[in-house]
DNA sequence: TTGAAAGCGCTAACAT
DNA sequence: ATGTTAGCGCTTTCAA
């Protein structure tokens, strides 16, 4: 396998084109003029000889690695999986690669990740995770690595930050719910290791406090241990059942979360959107083809990770005409899984 | 952000440790004995400077680039989620990047992406895809980079590849279909650009005649467009519901597809699994948290991805332990959204 | 418009 | 056990 073997370089395009090397670079790059006559040479070198730039050698040289980091926790989870897209998408738009990280949630693995920034392996990074060990950030900031952070909300004041107003959407589902004569409302959430999910659940607690909404312990379930979220939801909307008295809402800390709150619910016979209504968050595509279909607080995952890897291209080329927080104002996306308290 | 800054270099170790430039190298790589007292002062000279590595240059040296291409149309289908986190496990696992390459089921983006391996930007690939253009698998096979296949069966005889037994799938659900008195089976398909697909549906075909079940054109429908899954299974499960006698049991190309046709089903009150019964592909995690819970045919994705790599790992190792097609035995798992024909 | 030459930071002979 | 040195394939001054 072409090991050992003698790759083309462009000293044997150079030769095969009877020119010097570094013409054959500045036609390459359009660093210098190059007269139509040696250009055809060269074209007629390269076509001969199958030649390929090496970017290794190129990016040694240039001092960059063409390639952006993209850390994530999950990317089975649509959330991310959607954010990666976007990121992928604009990253091959400007000719840079993704390399994908992601942690399944242990923190063992965020070492790991740090090494591949220390040694210069990306010019740059999307994280799209609070890092669980504190420590990491300071790292992270001391690698000089540019970096931007989406749905996590700003650590420092250097790296531009994309994430949607977490309370607002909570609020609008919220408000939505209260319109409909709910007043007993439950919230499920998965574990609060991201700061927005944080927000989500005090924002759902503010709420009902403002408005006075009566509230009891065992509506309000936060999962613990790092499982596969739609088995959160299945889990925590068990358990919501096994409550002396039933909310007649819940809200979700995700669609995931809501998913498997769903599936718990129906399997125990509780009616949705009848007997329980139930709002999500993030607007994953399957929220629409579930049945019933769920109502929930969209999120633009897409464009988010898009915004973020073009932040961090303006970085790159020494342009800053972002601002530190980029607040998205989330969408409350009717379906058919709430309906007016019966 | 670190530009023109000087970078920490090997050669500045050796001056800071008194030593010369290829002890450190020797000793970072265990490439020559280092006398303790040596090794002492090298490390404290790292830990003094704050040295890393350069990836970049220690590649164009080794004339390897330390990382890995998954190519795959679309990493929002958890299907290949799933897989890619068989491929990044095990690649972090012997110290590989992973670059992730998705087209979107986009042929151009396919040329973008060989430009990526003959640039050498990666050590090795594993595709999981099909080619929409087919003179690509010659240009990556003259481009030398070791490859695999994943969900791709084999295209020449160095690749290995990795699928499951898509025929004996199909036929393990439609004999539980059979046993459950079944013969009025339908079979919904997204588009057929793999070859996977095109063997799921011959062997429906295949087995149904075989058995001299019933057949009618419009219970076996196929998808052209590259939509989303879900939309597909959900219109291609209207158009079902249009036919002028419906099927009692419909297979579909995968979970996906199967959900949105639940989906259709039930919204049109179409009850599954007490008019309709439905079998998937996959066993994605969905599948189990919907209601009713999916019965479907499993395949093994993550050990997949996982398996994939290291058949790659062994390649680029010199060694070649592995079979040129591993076909696995897919699994039927039987859950709620099939019945006994009323 | 073209060419010669000096590295980028590292590995790996080879010499000591 | 340690040091010297020649590149890996490319970009980029600087000269011609």
Redo the contacts with the bound molecule.
């Keep these: 396998m072409s090991r050992g073997v ?9 030769k095969e084109a ?12 359009g ?5 139509p ?3 055809q040479k060269i074209i007629a070198a390269i076509e001969r000889l199958h ?8 990016n ?4 960059r690695t063409n390639a952006l980091g993209l850390f994530v926790p999950d990317i089975t989870n649509p959330f991310y999986a959607e954010l990666a897209r976007g990121v992928t998408d604009v990253a091959r738009e400007s000719g840079y690669s993704v390399i994908l990280y992601a942690t399944s949630y242990e923190s063992e693995l965020e070492e790991d990740f740090m090494e591949l920034v220390e040694q210069h392996q990306v010019d740059g990074i999307v994280v799209s995770y609070s890092f669980l060990n504190e420590g990491l950030w300071r790292r992270l900031e001391e690698s000089g690595i540019p970096a931007v952070l989406v749905d996590v909300y700003p650590v420092n004041d250097k790296w531009p930050s994309v994430v949607v107003d977490n309370e607002r959407g909570i609020e609008k589902a919220l408000s939505y719910l209260v319109s409909l004569g709910h007043t007993d409302i439950g919230y499920l959430s998965e574990p609060l290791y991201v700061l927005s999910l944080v927000k989500r659940q005090q924002a759902f607690l503010r709420f009902v406090r403002r408005k006075g909404l009566p509230l009891r312990d065992e509506w309000v379930l936060v999962e613990k241990a790092q499982k596969n979220r739609v088995e959160i939801g299945f889990t925590l909307g068990r358990r919501l059942l096994e409550a002396p008295r039933l909310p007649t809402a819940v809200v979700a800390s995700s669609d995931l979360v809501a998913l498997g709150a769903l599936k718990a619910f129906l399997s125990e016979g509780v009616r949705v959107p009848e007997d329980m209504s139930i709002v999500g968050f993030d607007d994953v595509l399957l929220a629409s083809y579930v049945h019933p279909s769920l109502t929930t607080v969209r999120q633009p995952k897409y464009e988010m990770g898009r915004t973020g890897v073009e932040y961090l291209l303006q970085f790159l080329q020494g342009r800053k005409e972002y601002p530190l927080l980029t607040l998205i104002e989330p969408i409350l996306v009717v379906r058919d899984s709430c309906r007016e308290r019966g």
């Design positions: 003698h790759r083309i370089t462009m000293r044997d395009v150079a009877g020119v010097a090397l570094s013409t054959v670079s500045h036609f390459l790059n660093t210098a003029p190059v007269s006559k040696t250009q030649y390929r730039p090496d970017f290794t050698a190129r040694l040289k240039r001092r």
